[in-house]
C-alpha cells in the first residue's frame, strides 16, 4: 500500500543533543512537507521541498535542518539551537503540480526533551 | 500571506444532536479550502475539500461543509453526531496560484461527543 511512514513513534532527546526524523513515502509525490504540531496551536511549517535537492524555510525553520536526495526521502533534523523542541511532528506529502490536491499524511513523531 | 482562524477550540456535544465547527480564512488569491481530521496521536486525514463548483461539499461519513466567498467562511457541519467522531478536527488552505502550495492550518476544533 501507498503510504508516508514516519519513524520512530517515540522519540527522547538530551539537552543539546542533535536527533534526526525520518519520513519515507512511496506515492511518487514531489513536495514534501514538516509541521510541528503543539496542543493549541495547529501545524505550523518547518520545512518544505517540491523537487529533489531543494527545500526551503517555512514559518519556523529556526532550529532545524533538513535535507532531500532522494525524491521518497525528506529526514529533519532537530538541533540543540532549537530551544523547545517537544512537540508532535507530522510529514506530509502533495503531488506538486497540483495546489487542489490533498496532502498525504504520516503517523507522527512525538519528541521529548528529557 | 493565507490565515485560518477557527473559532472554537473545544465543541462539546451530546450523541445524535447537529454539531457546527466554524472556520474562517483569509487569503490575497484563489484558494483551495479543506477540512482535515486527527484522531490521538495519529496523522491527518483528510475528510472533505472544496476546489471549486458547487459550494457544498460532502464527505462519506455524513460531514459536510459550505464555501462561503462573501463571507470567507468553510463551516463544517454533521446533522447527527456520533460518539466515533470524537476527534480533532483542521480546518486549511492552500495557495491556488503559483506559491509555495503548503497547507495553512487552523488552531483545530476539539469535538467531545458525549453519551
Known amino acids: 500500500d501507498g503510504g508516508i511512514t514516519q519513524s520512530p513513534k517515540y522519540l527522547f532527546r538530551k539537552e543539546g543533543q542533535n536527533v534526526t526524523l525520518s519520513c519515507e513515502q512511496n506515492?511518487?509525490?514531489?513536495?514534501m512537507y514538516w509541521y510541528r504540531q503543539d496542543p493549541g496551536q495547529g501545524l505550523r511549517l518547518i520545512y518544505y521541498?517540491?523537487?529533489?535537492?531543494?527545500?526551503q524555510k517555512g514559518d519556523i525553520a529556526e532550529g532545524y535542518s533538513v535535507s532531500r536526495e532522494k525524491k521518497e526521502s525528506f529526514p529533519l533534523t532537530v538541533t540543540s539551537a532549537q530551544k523547545n523542541p517537544t512537540a508532535f511532528y507530522l510529514c506530509?506529502?502533495?503531488?506538486?503540480?497540483?495546489?487542489?490536491?490533498?496532502?498525504?499524511f504520516g503517523q507522527g513523531t512525538r519528541l521529548t526533551v528529557v | 500571506a493565507q490565515s485560518v482562524t477557527q473559532l472554537d477550540s473545544q465543541v462539546p456535544v451530546f450523541e445524535e444532536a447537529p454539531v457546527e465547527l466554524r472556520c474562517n480564512y483569509s487569503?490575497?488569491?484563489?484558494?483551495?479550502l479543506f477540512w482535515y481530521v486527527q484522531y490521538p496521536n495519529q496523522g491527518l486525514q483528510l475528510l472533505l475539500k472544496?476546489?471549486?463548483?458547487?459550494?457544498l461539499v460532502e464527505s462519506i461519513n455524513g460531514f459536510e461543509a459550505e464555501f462561503n466567498k462573501s463571507q470567507t467562511s468553510f463551516h463544517l457541519r454533521k446533522p447527527s453526531v456520533h460518539i466515533s467522531d470524537t476527534a480533532e478536527y483542521f480546518c486549511?488552505?492552500?495557495?491556488?496560484?503559483?506559491?509555495?502550495?503548503?497547507?495553512?492550518f487552523g488552531s483545530g476544533t476539539r469535538l467531545q461527543v458525549q453519551p
Open positions: 506530509a506529502s502533495t503531488n506538486r503540480e497540483a495546489a487542489s490536491t490533498e496532502a498525504f
Open positions: 506515492l511518487n509525490h514531489d513536495a
Open positions: 521541498s517540491q523537487i529533489v535537492n531543494d527545500f
Open positions: 487569503s490575497s488569491v484563489s484558494v483551495y
Open positions: 472544496y476546489l471549486s463548483g458547487s459550494t
Open positions: 486549511a488552505v492552500s495557495d491556488g496560484g503559483t506559491g509555495r502550495r503548503a497547507l495553512t
